[in-house]
């Protein structure tokens, strides 16, 4: 049996496009699976080819809706483990949940740990995922976690672009180090956004903490939900004299009025990967989509062939 023979490629329902770019990229068969739903909304998972004693990899975001992607990944994993696969990893491009980390007022559970404990359960040997909505998510697993990036990606297309005085903006104070790293990879200035505000039922002020008057400014965040912040970070900008405004995030969960909020910030171009499918009916303008499949092909590969991931952190 060739290394190619041995490993095979599933995927959930929530990013089918994904799945089949990282099949293509691998050379890798794709798994042969049924979900389907019962009328009262249960899901039903069936393997459809043998997978004893294969290397398995199951391609689950769990993107909206997050309850039955979740839901779908653990069914595909015991189906897997009851099938006898000799080795299970999930790999959730974007793990929902993630926000809910910790706790911040009393009687509330730790989401993303719960979900974490859920996808345990089923006996997967590893996860692989990206850009992660805090660090210490890895923790809540007691199994072997990949934490891809997306900044190498979005770096090399940045660059092509050969922006003179790029400055990138972390639309919070959370994210400045995220800023701040990527700055270093595109060779930009920094410069944060303070969100305040200075009464209750009053609008938030937002502040901007840093050199942006003239310049190509580049907001980056880890997702974008509801989008309101980050337009209101992008008029913000604009009202500081900034020349130009692109939003770049990894994970475009897009809830709601997202798009029209983001249409009407007037982005200059808006930057996202592909962790999620991005539904037609969204429409955005200037919407330029990066291929993660790549990257995660190549993590793949290197887990199969027991070799070190940190090679694609140089």
């Known amino acids: 049996m060739s290394e190619k023979d041995s490993m095979l490629i599933f995927s959930g329902s929530a990013n089918k496009p994904l799945a089949a770019e990282i099949c293509q990229v691998t050379g890798v068969h794709q798994g042969a699976i049924s979900v389907q739903k019962f009328s009262d909304g249960e899901i039903s998972v069936r393997i459809e080819e043998n997978v004893r004693g294969k290397d398995i990899f199951v391609i689950q975001p769990t993107s909206q809706p997050a309850n039955d992607h979740i839901m779908e990944l653990i069914l595909i994993m015991d189906a897997l483990r009851r099938a006898s696969a000799r080795r299970v990893t999930a790999v959730i491009p974007y793990y929902g949940y993630?926000?809910?980390?910790?706790?911040?007022?009393?009687?509330?559970?730790?989401?993303?740990?719960?979900?974490?404990?859920?996808i345990q359960a089923?006996?997967?040997?590893?996860?692989?995922?990206?850009?992660?909505?805090?660090?210490?998510?890895?923790?809540?697993?007691?199994?072997?976690?990949?934490?891809?990036f997306f900044a190498p990606v979005l770096a090399e297309y940045i660059n092509t672009k050969n922006l003179s005085d790029l400055v990138i903006v972390s639309p919070?104070?959370?994210?400045?180090?995220?800023?701040?790293f990527f700055g270093k990879k595109v060779n930009g200035g920094l410069a944060i956004i303070d969100k305040r505000r200075p009464k209750a039922n009053e609008s938030e002020v937002m502040n901007v903490i840093g050199e942006v008057d003239g310049k190509n400014c580049l907001l980056l965040d880890d997702m974008v939900d509801t989008g309101g912040t980050i337009a209101k970070a992008a008029t913000a900008l604009r009202k500081n004299g900034a020349k130009s405004v692109i939003c770049c995030a990894t994970h475009p969960v897009l809830s709601?009025?997202?798009?029209?909020?983001?249409?009407?910030?007037?982005?200059d171009e808006i930057v996202f990967s592909n962790?999620?499918?991005?539904?037609?009916?969204?429409?955005?303008?200037?919407?330029?989509v990066l291929?993660?499949?790549?990257?995660?092909?190549?993590?793949?590969e290197i887990i199969h062939n027991e070799k070190s991931i940190s090679s694609l952190f140089k």
């Open 275 to 288: 962790s999620i499918v991005i539904p037609e009916s969204k429409k955005i303008n200037n919407l330029k």
């Open 122 to 148: 089923m006996g997967p040997h590893r996860i692989l995922t990206m850009d992660l909505h805090a660090d210490q998510i890895q923790g809540f697993f007691s199994i072997p976690v990949d934490h891809l």
């Open 172 to 180: 919070d104070s959370g994210g400045a180090e995220r800023a701040r």
């Open 98 to 118: 993630g926000r809910q980390d910790r706790k911040v007022e009393p009687r509330v559970p730790i989401s993303a740990r719960a979900v974490a404990d859920l």
């Open 256 to 267: 709601g009025e997202a798009p029209k909020k983001l249409n009407d910030a007037n982005f």
């Open 291 to 300: 291929s993660i499949a790549p990257l995660m092909a190549k993590a793949i």
